[in-house]
Structure formats: structure tokens, C-alpha cells
């Protein structure tokens, strides 16, 4: 799977939480750092979120949470949660 349709997937499921959460819509796009432009979503529901994308791409995540650079905790845009889920990807097929 490329990185382009991991990152629609990833904001297919940002949408949907967002929906969930009864949040008034806010455009998610591939710049959309979602701990930190998302009102509703904390890093109780990046963790949460992480494992359903495992499951939804069949891979895991090192460091359980794709939303977070492990060694700096560096809050990551949508393109490069896609981009690293695409590599873990890779690397398990």
C-alpha cells in the first residue's frame, strides 16, 4: 500500500472519531497535526487510534503510538504518520 492511500485512510478515521466525538467538522488534510490541531483527540486516543490502524493495515507500530516521534515526541503531521505506517508496512510484508 503507498503512502498516499495510508493517508487516506488515516483521515478517514480522523473524520470518523471527529463525527464520534460530536466535534463540529474541521478539514483534515495531510499537514493536520491531529494532537495538536484536533480539539478532541488526546494521547489516550492516538494509542487507541494507532491500533486501529494496525489492524486496519495489518502491521504494528514500534513505539505503539503513530501520532508521536518516539525519540524526540515530536508531534507528527498526517503525511508523515502515513509515510511511517508505510515503511512498518514494508517492512512487514
Do not use: H, W, Y
Not at 12 to 28: D, K, N, R, S, Y
Not at 50 to 67: G, I, R, S, V, Y
Amino acid at each position: 500500500m503507498t503512502s498516499a492511500e495510508i493517508e487516506k485512510i488515516v483521515i478517514e478515521t480522523l473524520v470518523e472519531l471527529q463525527a464520534g466525538c460530536g466535534e463540529p467538522g474541521q478539514e483534515i488534510t495531510d499537514a493536520t497535526r491531529p494532537l495538536s490541531d484536533l480539539g478532541f483527540f488526546d494521547s489516550l486516543l492516538a494509542i487507541e487510534t494507532t491500533l486501529a490502524l494496525e489492524q486496519k493495515l495489518k502491521c504494528k507500530c514500534p513505539n505503539d503510538n503513530a501520532f508521536v516521534e518516539k525519540d524526540s515526541a515530536k508531534l507528527l503531521t498526517v503525511a508523515q504518520i502515513a509515510a511511517r505506517l508505510a515503511q512498518i508496512q514494508g517492512k512487514a510484508a
